[in-house]
Every structure is written in C-alpha cells, then in structure tokens.
C-alpha cells in the first residue's frame, strides 16, 4: 500500500471548517482530498512553486465543485514564501515533499510560522525506494531526521501515524 491521502489526513485529525495548508501541494493529492474533509466552511490553501502543476489542481478543483480550495504560488523555501500569514491556519501537511527541497530547515520554520498556536502539523515523506518509485536513496530522509528537523524549528512531537508501505509519517504540535 502506498501513501494514502485519505488515511493520513484522519490520523492528523482534520474537521469541517478547517484551514490547511498543505505546503508543497504538487499534482494535489493531498489538496483535493483535504478539500472534502474540510468542507465549503473550512479552506485548504495549495501552495506550490510550480505554477502548470497549481494550473491543472485548480481545473481538477473546479471538476470536483470544490470552491474551497485555493491556489498559492509561492515558495516554500523561503520564510514567508507562502504567502500566508503568520499563525493563520490550522494544519499543515508537507506531504511526499522533504525529500525535494535543498532548505528543509526554511520549509519547516514556514510551516511553523503560518500554523496558529496548537496546531497539527502532518509530516509524510518516502522510508525507502521502491522499484523505481520514490527520490533516490540518496535524497531519502530517515524519520529521525525529519523529526529533528521539526523539533528544531519549535515543534512538539505527538506520534507515528501509519503513512503506507514507502512513507513514514509523524504528527506534530506547535
């Protein structure tokens, strides 16, 4: 089983109403599923850096009917490259992403930055590589790193969550 959006959103505990960022949202996974959870209350705000990737997540959105959902271009590895304002939402996820990015430690202090107080933050990211799947071993970072990471930059760890055959995922509070 491969990392399941659906599965990894329940354990981070989202409701109607909320606000999410989900901070390098790629094709939008992560995004159109959060979009349903959260309702036409709640708003999942898709920040990427790649705007043909934001392009096609918005026109898949409004296939679905999902108004909730809107489109950031930014870059998440810059402090305040989101765009989103400080302590503004409730959740943040950084999905299938670490692996990618050269300034982890910029990408998790603007996760911190933009999470209100008490929020969950859902780290989920690739434990191996996978017949051809998945960064390259090289590129892979082991959970222990990834929860450093996030203890670093002011993150409380809560637990493991159960993120697929290939990823390991943690809950954090800020």
């Known amino acids: 089983m491969f990392s399941q959006p659906h599965k990894n959103i329940e354990q981070l505990g989202v409701d109607p109403g909320t606000k999410v960022a989900d901070l390098g949202a790629g094709s939008g996974f992560y995004s159109l599923?959060?979009?349903?959870?959260v309702g036409k209350q709640g708003r999942v705000f898709a920040v990427d850096v790649q705007q043909e990737l934001l392009t096609k997540l918005k026109s898949e959105a409004l296939q679905h009917g999902f108004e909730n959902i809107e489109i950031v271009w930014g870059d998440i590895e810059e402090l305040h490259g989101s765009r989103l304002q400080d302590s503004s939402v409730?959740?943040?996820?950084?999905?299938n992403t670490l692996f990618q990015v050269d300034h982890k430690d910029v990408l998790v202090a603007e996760a911190f930055r933009v999470l209100k107080p008490k929020g969950r933050a859902l780290l989920v990211d690739w434990s191996d590589s996978f017949g051809g799947l998945g960064p390259q071993s090289s590129r892979i970072i082991k959970p222990t790193?990834?929860?450093?990471?996030?203890?670093?930059?002011?993150?409380?760890?809560?637990r493991d969550i159960q993120a697929g055959d290939h990823h390991y995922g943690m809950v954090f509070t800020k």
């Open 90 to 95: 409730d959740r943040v996820l950084i999905t």
């Open 145 to 158: 790193q990834g929860r450093s990471l996030f203890e670093q930059a002011g993150f409380t760890y809560v």
């Open 33 to 37: 599923e959060l979009a349903q959870v």
